[in-house]
Each structure stands twice: as structure tokens, then as C-alpha cells.
Nanobody, 123 residues
Framework: QVQLVESGGGLVQAGDSLRLSCAASGRTFSSYAMGWFRQAPGKEREFVAAMTGSGGTTSYRGPVKGRFTISRDNAKNTVYLQMNALTPEDSGVYVC????????????????WGQGTQVTVSS
């Protein structure tokens, strides 16, 4: 199994930036596609961004394109989400996921999930 631990969330003002990290266990991190998702209280979890194991292909939710950037450092078994120009609508618990299939990640069907890190953006 794969264990995922997110960090980097916090309370920020609108327009600020945050960089989230997701550290993964295991020796085959580079073989997994990785994704970021978020969930606000009382709402469904939604896709934010995903990246293939090699880092060559990415996908983003429409509203975050141009503001968020997903990246990974396979040597450190870590995936990142750089979030710029944050708005209150970006608030929620951000969770990372791993799967051998990039398309499964995008479709919120990842095999492994972390517990999340809270992001709160005030107006």
C-alpha cells in the first residue's frame, strides 16, 4: 500500500499564495500518477489538478488554470501544488491521491488517498 501525507495548508488572505506538499511512501513513486482534490464542508470532493508519473502531462480544473501549478520531485517522493491568487472559493480540505492510471486520478478514482490539509482563504 501507499501512504500519503499532505502539508502546507493554512489561513491566508485573498490574493496570497500557498504551496502544498504530499509526501508518499514506497519505492515506486515515479510509477504513480498523482492528483490534488479539495472538499468544502457539506460539498462533494472535486478534482483540482493531476500529473502523470513522469511529470510530462498535467490536467487542471478550469477555475484554477493559470493560478495553480502541480509538480513533483520523484527523488523526494513528493508532489506539490503551488497555489497563487487564492480566493475564498478555493477554501477547503486539500487531499492528494495516487493511482497507476492518470485517467482514474482525474475521475476521482485514485487507489490511495491522504487525509488532507486545510486551506482557508479570507476575503
Amino acid at each position: 500500500q501507499v501512504q500519503l501525507v499532505e502539508s502546507g495548508g493554512g489561513l491566508v488572505q485573498a490574493g496570497d499564495s500557498l504551496r502544498l506538499s504530499c509526501a508518499a511512501s514506497g519505492r515506486t513513486f515515479s510509477s504513480y500518477a498523482m492528483g490534488w482534490f479539495r472538499q468544502a464542508p457539506g460539498k462533494e470532493r472535486e478534482f483540482v489538478a493531476a500529473m502523470t508519473g513522469s511529470g510530462g502531462t498535467t490536467s487542471y480544473r478550469g477555475p484554477v488554470k493559470g493560478r495553480f501549478t502541480i509538480s513533483r520531485d520523484n527523488a523526494k517522493n513528493t508532489v506539490y501544488l503551488q497555489m497563487n491568487a487564492l480566493t475564498p472559493e478555493d477554501s477547503g480540505v486539500y487531499v492528494c491521491a495516487a493511482d497507476s492510471s492518470f485517467t482514474d486520478i482525474v475521475r476521482l478514482r485514485g487507489d490511495y488517498w491522504g487525509q488532507g490539509t486545510q486551506v482557508t482563504v479570507s476575503s
